[in-house]
């Protein structure tokens, strides 16, 4: 199915199209909605699904996703770069085409999107940062949203980096609406965009520690009265998967 036609299926049956392979599996979930420490009274206790990360896609990606990649790859090879190396792989799913880019590369990619004649994607939209505890060695990712004005197309770029060494170049220089962007997601899942003019915190206080959106942060907080009763602390309550 190419890129397109995830695009009509997506809008005849207003939900997102299934993925069509197996994918890249880095965890397991039990439950949904019950509390997982006893006393589940909601049904679904029982479930077990897997957690999915899409494979990569075969050519053709179908549609533009072909123009766009193979200018890519051969920007990158007039620059003496082997697109294998900067691009980890490529990824079309749920109507999305998704370059993975190694982080060393990424500026130089980001350029070459935004530079070359036949890409001019001029504007990102940002970025946003995710964390996926069981995605071992990579379990940070930041993900950009880039937008051609030229030719009316939308791509992504995902770039990933151990908790241990969560450094990423910034895009800054490159993008300057990007700016505030990166601090965001700074603030929130800790990863630092090396060569960023001011990386400082933009929501949380600047003496906060830890970083409130990854996955293992504490809930913490404390109890609430509300109507006579007392509320536990998030962290005191029944927890639920």
């Not at 993975?100 to 940062?129: K, Y």
Request: aromatic share 8%.
């Amino acid at each position: 199915m190419s890129g397109n036609d995830h695009h009509d299926e997506e809008r005849d049956n207003g939900v997102p199209a299934p993925r069509t392979d197996t994918g890249e599996v880095i965890g397991v979930r039990k439950g949904m909605f019950g509390a997982n420490n006893g006393g589940d009274t909601s049904g679904y206790g029982g479930l077990v699904r897997t957690v999915t990360l899409p494979g990569a896609t075969s050519r053709p990606y179908g549609g533009w996703f072909d123009e766009v990649a193979d200018e890519l790859e051969g920007a990158l090879e007039e620059q003496d770069l082997l697109p294998a190396t900067a691009i980890e792989k490529t990824v079309v799913d749920r109507g999305e085409l998704t370059f993975h880019i190694a982080r060393e590369h990424l500026v130089r990619v980001a350029r070459t999107l935004r530079d070359d004649p036949a890409l001019r994607f001029e504007l990102c939209t940002g970025v946003s940062g995710v964390h996926f505890l069981g995605d071992k060695g990579r379990e940070l990712h930041a993900v950009y949203h880039l937008r051609s004005l030229t030719h009316g197309r939308l791509i992504r770029l995902e770039v990933s980096a151990p908790d241990s060494d969560p450094h990423i170049p910034s895009l800054v220089a490159v993008y300057p609406t990007n700016d505030w962007h990166e601090r965001e997601t700074y603030d929130f899942f800790g990863l630092v965009f090396d060569g960023h003019p001011a990386l400082t915190r933009i929501m949380m206080p600047d003496d906060w520690q830890g970083f409130p959106q990854r996955k293992d942060y504490p809930l913490g907080g404390i109890a609430v009265e509300y109507k006579g009763a007392q509320i536990p602390a998030p962290d005191q309550r029944r927890s639920y998967s």
